[in-house]
C-alpha cells in the first residue's frame, strides 16, 4: 500500500508566497517522476511542474519564474514553492508520483495526492 499526503497551502494575498508538500508513505521501493497538477473551479486539471527521475525539471508557461519544483528523495517527497501569487493561481492542487513497491517492482504505478486548496485573494 502506497499514500501520498499532501501538506502546505491555503488563503494568500497576492504577491505572496506558499510552499506545498506531498510526501509518499508505505512499501515504497523507488520514485520516478513527480509532478504537481492544478485544477481551477470549471477547468480540467493541468499540469504545473515536473520533477523527472533524471534530474531535470519542466514547468506550466504559466508558472515559469515563479514556482520551483523540487524533492528530498530520502524522505519520498516533493515540494512546489509558489512565489508572487495571482489570483489566477487559485485552485486545487494535486501531487502525483510514479512510484515502484516492493511487492510489484516490476511495475510503476501512479498515485495520487488528496489535494490541497490554494486561494489567492486580497
Known amino acids: 500500500q502506497v499514500q501520498l499526503v499532501q501538506s502546505g497551502g491555503g488563503l494568500v494575498q497576492p504577491g505572496g508566497s506558499l510552499r506545498l508538500s506531498c510526501a509518499a508513505s508505505g512499501s515504497v521501493f523507488s520514485i520516478h517522476d513527480m509532478e504537481w497538477y492544478r485544477q481551477a473551479p470549471g477547468k480540467q486539471r493541468a499540469l504545473v511542474a515536473s520533477f523527472f527521475s533524471g534530474g531535470s525539471t519542466n514547468y506550466a508557461d504559466s508558472v515559469k519564474g515563479r514556482f520551483t519544483i523540487s524533492r528530498d528523495v530520502a524522505k519520498n517527497t516533493v515540494y512546489l514553492q509558489m512565489n508572487s501569487l495571482n489570483p489566477e493561481d487559485t485552485a486545487v492542487y494535486f501531487c502525483?508520483?510514479?512510484?515502484?513497491?516492493?511487492?510489484?517492482?516490476?511495475?510503476?504505478?501512479?498515485?495520487w495526492g488528496q489535494g490541497t486548496q490554494v486561494t489567492v485573494s486580497s
Open positions: 502525483k508520483m510514479g512510484i515502484i513497491t516492493f511487492q510489484t517492482p516490476m511495475t510503476t504505478y501512479e498515485h
